[in-house]
């Protein structure tokens, strides 16, 4: 693609969620959501593949439907309450709707049949951006709306937390999980957002640094599927040591980041006299765990037969950047004893 051309995409996905961060009107939330999807939808398409169109195709439907529901909803709550203003979302049916709109807009389950399947179809940077930045702008509203109707949020965050589980149990593709993987977080998020906005705001920005560092280890072992990732400790023997770590961070084991927002959200939800709530969240995390324990086994402890033609990969210089990755496998990994600081800085 032009460089120019690949610029201004970016520039627009960029002002997209600019827009609808600094929006206090529904219409121009909207405008930003609009000039979002339109942004990414040429990088999408970038390798005219009939898989990628197809994902393109699927993506644009899906966006274009919740993007008609969040404008029809907020006409409506103009029209019932006389407020354009995001904060003042007092009618209930219209809160449901944005609600309903914007789960569909990032996949909330049982909204979520679409996200594996355009994952699937993209290459693995523009499916970081879909898996990352594509989900600042909906939280950003789903953030200030503050939804009183604690049912419909809790039933979508333990359907995605549960359908994230399940639906990456029997999937080969690594995209296809890191969809999957994406929908669970997700529900997390959702569950605590009336308790506690700070904490998802919290598990938003863990989920964006383990993502990225998922993706940024499939990219550089050029990996699709579970069964190539058997060869990589040939090409990044270094890397393929920190991998599982990485992945067993996304899955939430104590030692590692990732353990931190599923914690701090387990000790919330106990705090509102929500135990049940809490002990089948915490149950469903074991489902993603499972996945993530494949891929970590599949990883390092699958040996490719060791001939000359698969150990010779790794001593070629790679022109990938491995800083980014660097950071961001550090941050995924380590920053748990960071939690007293965070805390403080996400406290209500």
């Known amino acids: ?20 961060f600094a929006s206090s009107h529904w219409l121009l939330a909207w405008m930003g959501l ?17 898989r990628a169109v197809e994902a393109t195709t699927k ?3 899906t ?38 709109a914007l789960a569909l807009k990032i996949g909330l389950a049982p909204m979520h049949s679409w996200m594996p399947e355009v994952l699937q179809g993209l290459d693995l940077t523009t499916g970081l951006i879909l898996s990352t930045w594509q989900k600042l702008a909906p939280f950003a509203l789903f953030l ?8 419909i949020l809790i039933t979508l965050g333990l359907a995605s937390t549960l359908v994230g589980g399940w639906g990456g149990l029997n999937q080969t593709q690594l995209r296809k999980i890191l ?46 599927t579970v069964n190539s990732l058997a060869i990589s400790w040939a ?3 270094i890397l393929t040591s920190l991998a599982p770590l990485i992945l067993l961070s996304l899955g939430g084991l104590p030692p590692l980041t990732g353990f931190l927002p599923k914690w701090l959200i387990l000790q919330e939800l106990t705090k509102q006299g929500l135990p049940l709530l809490a002990t089948f969240a915490a ?62 800085l996400f406290a209500p």
Do not use: C
């Open 1 to 20: 693609m032009n460089p120019y051309i690949m610029a201004l995409l970016l520039f627009g996905l960029g002002l997209g969620t600019t827009i609808t």
């Open 34 to 50: 609009e000039i979002n999807t339109l942004a990414i939808i040429p990088l999408m398409a970038q390798h005219h593949h009939p």
């Open 59 to 61: 993506y644009f439907l």
């Open 63 to 100: 966006q274009a439907t919740a993007a008609a529901m969040l404008l029809f909803a907020s006409t409506t709550n103009a029209w019932l309450t006389g407020e354009w203003d995001i904060q003042q979302m007092s009618h209930p049916l219209p809160t449901t709707m944005i609600t309903l």
């Open 144 to 151: 200030q709306i503050h939804p009183n109707n604690s049912t």
């Open 179 to 224: 969809a999957y993987s994406s929908i669970a977080h997700l529900g997390w998020m959702t569950l605590v957002l009336q308790f506690a906005p700070s904490l998802t705001l919290l598990t938003l920005l863990t989920y964006f640094v383990m993502t990225f560092s998922a993706f940024l280890v499939f990219k550089l072992n050029k990996a699709t």
């Open 235 to 237: 090409k990044t023997p």
């Open 283 to 344: 149950l469903t995390a074991l489902l993603s765990l499972y996945f993530y324990l494949r891929l970590s086994y599949a990883m390092t402890l699958t040996m490719f037969p060791n001939n000359l033609a698969g150990s010779a990969p790794w001593r070629f210089h790679s022109p990938q950047l491995t800083l980014p990755l660097a950071v961001s496998t550090a941050t995924a990994i380590l920053t748990l004893p960071l939690a007293p600081a965070a805390m403080a």
